[in-house]
């Protein structure tokens, strides 16, 4: 989290090997990505920022296949993955497009496919849903949801909402980790959301607002808002 | 339209044919045979049988005649200048004809009817693979083929990588450059008019800010390829699945048979 040009997509990069720190150390697995990069790229799949340049094969499902390719994994098992990942970011039926017929969020659509075949058990990922409509968005979220009880994922986005679930939110500003705290915290911290230009989404903000506290769901918000009214008013709810 | 069909993937003509079902490589090694049998081939007869040959197995591909004429069309200037290069400068044999200080001679005719027939059937050959194998598959093959070299380090895998990139960004290349041609028209650029000097010139500032995109998109696909595990061919597998079959073995030693056929004639 954090403004533009905060820092984000370079950590990305940092935590990858694509580039080296001039002071300090990164560490990822346990391992250095400058001095033992594949060590760390086996276990990390990035998302870039940009996927328009990152498709490296003139089809869609040859381009899933090409990270598992880079690991020696089995023609067979291939297979399964790839139908499986294109399945699960909804692009059946594109196996045989090629990429510059693509939309940009089918691009990164596609992208992201690439990763989840490869399943690594650090996902790096920035910005995946940019250019996603709300449905796209909302299954991609869904899917990235399911990974996080057994992955690690670092999820770089501008939409509040989206880090609700996280267990951690880093806030990255000027190059510098400004903040690290939990999701509720952050939302009812408004001095610190003013600072880094961040907006919190709509339930929380009208329940902040409202004097409600911290929710979550329009649920929570409900829910929130009938407790008041009956302790204003006295009156009876059913 | 179609998959593979797109502008800048080549001359494949997807068809359900027999020719279109056989491994890359039978039909690489099969149209390697047939360059090495042409250079044997010396007499317009077996040209012409070697020819036939050929057009048979036009028809199988199911590629129509017209189609495949399109894709000779390129060479037949360099045949035709080929063939009166011949005519003119070969001094041997009896004088055929004249015409002013141009005297053809017997030998000039014949060996230039023999280099425009061997030409043209090595292009039909190679048309005819790369009209019924995908790119992808074509790229594959070559991989499979050249990789026993590997032993003496030559980049086997890696010039089928460079074939593979290259036919996912030629398409994207071509895109951009039609729009900044559209961008530079918008602001009054003219591409159609004048003579050859000021067209190429007028392209100057179409070809440096494709270059220059280009040299982007290499930066960030490298970084791609890296982070997702590129490591060169060593520990690869691959996707795509060649399998050599019976009938792979048949059509080669059918397409072998071609110019051993026309070397006898
Ligand atoms: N290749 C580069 N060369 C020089 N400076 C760069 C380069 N890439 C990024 N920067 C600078 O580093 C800073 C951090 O950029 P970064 O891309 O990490 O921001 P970000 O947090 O990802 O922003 P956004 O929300 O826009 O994606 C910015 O000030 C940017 O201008
Ligand atoms: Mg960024």
């Given amino acids: 989290m954090g403004p533009n040009g905060g820092g984000k997509s370079t950590l990305v990069r940092l935590l990858n090997g694509l580039l080296v720190p001039d002071s300090g150390e990164v560490a990822v697995a346990g391992h250095d990505p400058v001095t033992e990069p594949f060590e760390v790229r086996k276990r990390t799949g990035v998302l870039f920022q940009n996927p328009e340049n990152g498709l490296v094969a003139p089809f869609v499902e040859d381009d899933v296949a090409f990270g598992l390719e880079n690991l020696g994994v089995p023609r067979e098992e291939m297979r399964r993955r790839v139908a499986e990942a294109i399945r699960s970011v909804g692009l059946s039926g594109y196996e045989r497009r090629e990429p510059h017929t693509l939309s940009g969020g089918e691009k990164q659509r596609v992208a992201l496919a690439g990763l989840l075949a490869v399943e690594p058990e650090v996902l790096l990922l920035d910005e995946p849903t940019s250019m996603l409509d709300a449905p796209g968005r909302r299954e991609v979220l869904r899917r990235i949801g399911g990974l996080r009880r057994s992955k690690t994922v670092l999820h770089v986005t501008h939409h509040l909402e989206e880090l609700l679930e996280a267990d951690r939110v880093l806030v990255i500003n000027g190059g510098r980790l400004v903040a690290e705290v939990e999701p509720g915290r952050l939302m009812a911290d408004a001095a610190l959301l003013e600072e880094n230009r961040l907006v919190p989404p709509t339930v929380p903000r009208l329940a902040a607002d409202l004097g409600l506290g911290s929710c979550r769901t329009p649920e929570d918000l409900a829910g929130a808002v009938l407790r008041r009214v009956w302790e204003g008013s006295g009156a009876e709810i059913r | ?265």
């Fill in chain 2, 1 to 265: 339209m179609a998959p593979g069909a797109g502008r800048g993937t080549g001359q494949f003509y997807p068809a359900d044919s027999p020719l279109h079902a056989l491994d890359p490589r039978a039909k690489i090694l099969a149209v390697a045979a047939l360059v090495v049998g042409l250079f044997l081939v010396d007499s317009v007869a077996g040209f012409l049988a070697v020819g036939a040959a050929l057009l048979c197995l036009v028809q199988v591909s199911r590629v129509p005649p017209s189609t495949f004429l399109r894709l000779l069309r390129p060479v037949a200037v360099i045949v035709a200048f080929t063939a009166l290069f011949q005519v003119a400068f070969v001094r041997e044999g009896e004088v055929v004809f004249g015409l002013w200080v141009f005297q053809a001679h017997s030998e000039g005719l014949r060996l230039a009817a023999h280099l425009a027939l061997r030409i043209l059937l090595l292009v039909a050959a190679a048309a005819l693979l790369t009209a019924t194998t995908p790119p992808l598959s074509l790229s594959d093959g070559i991989e499979d083929l050249l990789s026993p070299l590997k032993r003496f380090r030559f980049p086997a895998h890696e010039i089928a990588m460079m074939m593979t990139i290259a036919l996912r960004f030629i398409p994207t290349l071509h895109e951009e450059a039609r729009k900044i041609i559209m961008a530079q028209a918008a602001r009054g650029a003219d591409f159609t008019e004048g003579g050859l000097i000021q067209r190429v010139r007028a392209l100057v500032p179409v070809l440096v800010p494709l270059t220059v995109g280009a040299f982007r998109r290499a930066d960030e696909l490298a970084e791609a390829m890296e982070s997702r595990g590129y490591r060169g061919g060593e520990g690869r597998t691959r996707y795509r699945e060649l399998s050599f079959r019976g009938r792979d073995a048949t059509a080669l030693c059918i397409a072998v048979l071609i110019p051993v056929g026309g070397i006898l004639l």
